[in-house]
């Protein structure tokens, strides 16, 4: 199986602007959840989707907003950016199966720079 | 909410040697995971080992084992036969559920483990 897929891989955006990043988890995993990695807050949970519905949030703005599609596929958005944004964002899916150990398996990221 | 620690920014183990890494926690829950994660410098997150918290004996998955004291909150991993590719940074995580219902990861802040020749 493939692993998790993250599009794009580099990205460089100015403050002000809005950037969409896309994540394609294994085949079969049902559930997607985005972390931003920053050196000053470390590794942070932005939100969980499962069956095109956001079940868990953290404790981030509104500026950072996220979907997913029926095929699973999950993008995040985050408009109005800040010199603050720039990070490695992670996603990770895992099958979202009840009363069972759902390991996560994590994409390589897609490093934002906000200049 | 969960807190994770991880008191040691930076390691340096020689090949061959043994190295443990410190984490603690801070938790209400009586039913939860801990993890290992290792991110080497490819940026690629991966899971090293996991423990349930309602499990007595520690896990163990190769070279990599951890300490569990629940009573302490303490979770350490100690890597045995260090070799060159366990270069790499390493977080200690908390999940307070796994299955099937919405959860998250809490990390720690990590420590950066070198290996040396």
């Known amino acids: 199986k493939a692993g998790v897929t993250q599009t794009p891989r580099y990205l460089i955006k100015t403050r002000g602007q809005q950037v969409t990043l896309s994540c394609s988890p294994i085949?079969?995993?049902?559930?997607v959840s985005w972390y931003q990695q920053t050196p000053g807050q470390g590794l942070q949970f932005l939100f969980e989707y499962f069956s095109e519905t956001q079940r868990n949030k953290g404790n981030f703005p509104g500026r950072f907003s996220g979907r997913q599609f029926s095929n699973s596929r999950s993008e995040m958005n985050v408009s109005t950016l800040e010199l603050g944004d720039s990070a490695l964002y992670l996603c990770?899916?895992?099958?979202?199966?009840?009363?069972?150990?759902?390991?996560?398996?994590f994409g390589p990221g897609t490093r934002l720079t906000v200049l | 909410a969960q807190t994770v620690t991880q008191s040691q920014p930076e390691m340096s183990v020689q090949e061959a040697e043994t190295v443990t890494l410190s984490c603690t926690y801070d938790t209400s829950e009586s039913n939860y995971y801990l993890f290992w994660y290792k991110q080497p410098p490819s940026r690629q997150m991966i899971l090293v080992i996991r423990q349930e918290a309602y499990k007595q004996q520690n896990a163990t998955e190769n070279r990599f084992s951890v300490n569990f004291q629940k009573a302490a909150k303490s979770f350490s991993l100690k890597i045995s036969d260090s070799q060159l590719g366990d270069t790499a940074m390493y977080f200690c995580a908390f999940m307070k559920t796994n299955t099937g219902t919405a959860s998250k990861l809490t990390f720690g802040t990590g420590t950066r483990l070198q290996v040396t020749l």
């Open positions: 085949s079969g995993h049902r559930s």
């Open positions: 990770a899916s895992r099958p979202w199966e009840r009363d069972s150990y759902n390991e996560q398996f």
